[in-house]
């Protein structure tokens, strides 16, 4: 860093680090930090491989769909993420269904969220554009189970099939 350049305050009060920031050290929250990162790594290899049993139960019961893209299915990736694209869907009107159904996912990927264009990975992926804009995200945590997963699916093949069902009937009536 260079030190000409001149650092404002942030907070005001006591002269603690060279009179740039007020107020002690939260050590109970350090020491907390420190103990919550000691139980994550004692768990991690458990966590993980949880995590990678319902991700891979996921994307079985996604490719039963066939309407159903998973992104870098075949790369090294996160044991708990899967980013899928379905075709003749908005990722953030198939969000919003899944809301409505109590599923909490996330359309496009974290680095794009709340962005309106496709993810640039997805771009550079030469994933085409109307299957980027469906892409939704789904991360399992440490208290997902399988019927997790299982509602997730019927949920999702639920709306895919309705929608279809509404696409034929919409041009049945054309």
């Known amino acids: ?46 966590r993980s491989e949880q995590a990678l049993e319902l991700r891979t139960a996921f994307e079985k019961g996604l490719k039963r769909l066939s309407s159903v ?12 993420t899967v980013q899928f ?25 974290a680095c794009t969220s709340g962005k309106t264009e496709p993810s640039h990975v997805l771009s550079a992926m030469k994933v085409p554009i109307a299957l980027a804009n469906s892409a939704i995200r789904v991360s399992f945590g440490k208290n997902n189970t399988m019927s997790d997963v ?8 639920d709306i895919i099939e309705t929608n279809q069902h509404s696409s034929v009937m919409m041009a049945a009536s054309v």
């Open 1 to 46: 860093m260079d030190k000409r350049l001149p650092i404002s305050k942030v907070q005001y009060g006591g002269s603690q680090e060279n009179n740039l920031r007020a107020g002690t050290e939260n050590v109970p929250g350090i020491v907390g930090f420190g103990k919550a990162a000691e139980l994550a790594i004692e768990n991690l290899q458990t």
């Open 69 to 80: 893209s998973i992104f870098a299915e075949q790369t090294e990736r996160l044991p708990n």
């Open 85 to 109: 694209g379905v075709d003749g869907f908005d990722g953030e009107t198939l969000l919003m269904q899944l809301d409505r159904k109590a599923i909490a996912v996330s359309s496009g990927s």
């Open 150 to 157: 299982d509602a997730l699916l019927t949920a999702l093949t």
